[in-house]
């Protein structure tokens, strides 16, 4: 039995488990909120304009590049099977769908989770635009998509940097874990040399520098890169109980702060029940925690933009 195989047939066992005891879900692109709603046919190749799709789904606008982190735009997350997917539901819709997102320049993956290497939204934009966007994922992450349309895909070690699109891209380290199923070898078990890894990024172009923080606990990992950033994406929820996985909003504010970051855009909350915090309280404490620091909030609802000439 190959590895393709053996995953599939681990697979349909996962699902049939699963779906005694979880909701399936259609795979159907969630209606977007009408409280807020990005523009980027407005967007000037001059500026910078950042969007908040939903959780860790990010649009940028890097002076006329576009880039989307972890893409998940469909209304649930976990194991797809036939169409269906057997996992927890978003309770807030995307800012944008699949067929309002403009091609992207690039996709951005931080690692392999399904919250944010979702499946079906990455073969959606795949096939919507067959060999025109380039991938950067992980290292020992790029099986997963590989069998889809890019234009390239490629992985990336922490501390590696790349060009894409004429964007620079360096992968920091972060404090996370990285398997996709609980039976995979990652890095946090100590498997450094063949296991799922998990990035940030430090993307820069025309002399300002944006990181992605993906997905982190608490690390001076970012201090120790002696990067400088203007602007700090950030995941500030699913802290309770999972600190060893997820940071807090303090936390992360003091990951910013060790990379001098003006402005700082929260993501990572508001769309999924992963913790047992109250949905509203990583903004509160963000809120909270923000007057310690020399640092301007860029948006703080989803479908909220930033943007800078």
């Not at 999972?242 to 060790?258: I, T, V």
């Amino acid at each position: 039995m190959n590895r393709k195989e053996f995953f599939i047939k681990i697979g349909l066992l996962t699902a049939g488990l699963a779906f005694l005891n979880s909701k399936t879900t259609q795979a159907k692109t969630a209606k977007p909120s009408s409280e807020l709603k990005p523009e980027p046919a407005s967007w000037k190749s001059d500026e910078i304009c950042i969007s908040w799709v939903g959780h860790s789904t990010v649009l940028i606008n890097f002076y006329g590049k576009l880039i989307l982190t972890d893409p998940v735009l469909f209304d649930a997350i976990g194991f797809s099977l036939l169409g269906l997917t057997i996992g927890p539901s978003r309770y807030s819709a995307p800012a944008l769908t699949i067929d309002e997102i403009p091609k992207p320049d690039l996709l951005l993956l931080s690692h392999a989770h399904m919250d944010h290497m979702d499946y079906p939204s990455l073969q959606s934009l795949a096939n919507k635009y067959k060999g025109q966007i380039d991938v950067l994922t992980a290292f020992n992450t790029m099986d997963v998509i590989e069998d889809l349309p890019w234009k390239s895909l490629q992985e990336i070690d922490w501390g590696k940097n790349t060009i894409i699109n004429d964007i620079k891209i360096k992968a920091l380290k972060t404090r996370h874990f990285g398997w996709r199923y609980p039976w995979e070898r990652d890095r946090s078990k100590g498997y450094f040399l063949n296991g799922r890894s998990y990035n940030a990024y430090v993307l820069e172009r025309n002399g300002k520098k944006l990181l992605f923080g993906g997905d982190t606990a608490l690390t001076d990992d970012f201090k120790k890169s002696s990067e400088k950033v203007d602007i700090a994406i950030m995941p500030i929820g699913a802290y309770y109980p999972w600190r060893m996985n997820h940071c807090s909003p303090e936390e992360a504010l003091q990951m910013a702060h060790d990379l001098e970051a003006k402005v700082f855009i929260p993501i990572h909350c508001k769309t999924f029940k992963q913790g047992m915090e109250p949905a509203d309280e990583p903004m509160k404490r963000l809120h909270a925690e923000l007057p310690n620091y020399v640092m301007v909030l860029g948006l703080e609802s989803i479908g909220g933009t930033f943007r800078t000439a």
